[in-house]
């Protein structure tokens, strides 16, 4: 154990923290180099430790403990990656109340602690370390593309541990840092993130667009324009049914590229509005990825199985204008106080049009004239020209009733 005596005495010496810059330096160096000669990891974490308890006393001085610190960030990459943790983890602890002043040290041993950690895929205890950095409030000056790396890399850390909420926060920070000089690989980036929140927020149409405009970005390489192709087609079929939805469904359908999906099938089979087997149902589910399959809604079905319900009930108006609930409840093999609800809230959602008698157990559906949908259309343009004058007499009411005089 003469290295460990050799390393006790020159800690000893440095003790005082009076020594000048260069020597910190030199002493700092030397003591690096005793603990790389050290018998096992145990000695030198323990070593370690011992330095950092004397140079972080509040007494130590602080120019001399910042140049000692400077000599420990480089000298912890020799230790093994499970001592590594360890120590950094230790040392971060100790700094942490005088972060102001080791801000400088403090920030390449974040990056080591959560590079070693998203080895391990320990995603969230990474995205908490890098986090800690304060890239805003600090007074270490960071430039805006080591911000937006940094931003885009906790933002996927907090995707990969499915903390949502965190990531779009850290992914918005990113957005507004994006301007005509950021590199497209950023952009991209940016993008691709943003497209799975959406997706795991349960946005699959504003998910499906982006993962479409993804699959169009010819900087992008052709197996990740293919996957985002198929991940835009898989959104927007466990979309709830809309008239946007449909929007988006065309689109994809009339993309050339669709026809090797193995999904393009069932969703030409959806668009048309045609009722869905629950084998076609099982197929598609294998090609989802586990938070998409099961996806629960509020009372506790699954969010796939719930879609589809929806679309064959909007199917079965194609076959039938008057249905008994019993006669729905066989022919869609499912139970009728489940069916009335779902087309109750379909109904006050605006996606359903029927009436529904309790007494009688039956609905009628609406067989929607084709012009009807323009008739609305016309309708929401005039309520938004009557608001726009209204707004237009509250601002300038005397040019108003002069104009409306004139016209008369």
Known sequence: MEQVQVF??????????????????????????VVRQLPSSDVKGECLKSFLDVILRESFNIVSA????????????????EMQKMVISYALDKMQSRSI?????????RLRLAAELEREQNWLQAARVLSQIPLESGQKQ??????????????????????????ENYIHRLG???????????????SAAFARIQDFKRKY?????????????PTVAESERKMALSNAVNCILLAPVSSQRSRVMAVLIKDERSLELPTYAFLCKV?????????????????????????LTP?????????????????????????????????????????????????????????????????????????????KKLEAICMQVNKATEMIAARHPEWYASVSADQK
């Open 8 to 33: 006790k005495e020159i800690l000893n010496q440095i003790g005082s923290g009076q020594g000048t810059f260069r020597e910190s330096g030199e002493q700092g160096r030397t003591l690096m180099d």
């Open 66 to 81: 910042r140049q000692y610190l400077n000599e420990f960030v480089t000298g912890v990459n020799d230790l093994d990656a």
């Open 101 to 109: 002043s080791f801000e400088e040290q403090m920030y390449p041993l």
């Open 142 to 167: 960071y430039t805006k593309e080591n911000k937006m790396e940094l931003y885009l890399q906790i933002g996927r850390l907090f995707l990969e541990a499915e903390e949502f909420t965190e990531a």
């Open 176 to 190: 507004l840092l994006i301007d005509s000089a950021a590199s497209e690989e950023i952009r991209i980036s940016h």
């Open 205 to 217: 149409i504003e998910a499906s667009q982006r993962y479409y405009d993804l699959s169009r970005r």
């Open 271 to 295: 668009f048309d509005g045609k009722t869905i087997k629950r084998q076609e149902i099982d197929q598609f589910a294998a090609n989802l990825q586990p938070h998409q399959r099961d996806a």
């Open 299 to 375: 009372d506790g079905s699954l969010l796939l199985e719930q879609t589809f319900l929806e679309h064959n009930i909007l199917s079965t108006r194609k076959y039938f204008r008057v249905a008994t609930f019993q006669g729905l409840s066989r022919l869609l093999d499912i139970p009728v106080a489940k069916l009335e609800k779902i087309m109750v809230n379909m109904v006050s959602e605006g996606r359903l049009h029927v009436k529904i008698d309790h007494t009688k157990g039956a609905v009628t559906f609406e067989q929607e004239h084709p012009l009807n949908g323009w008739d």
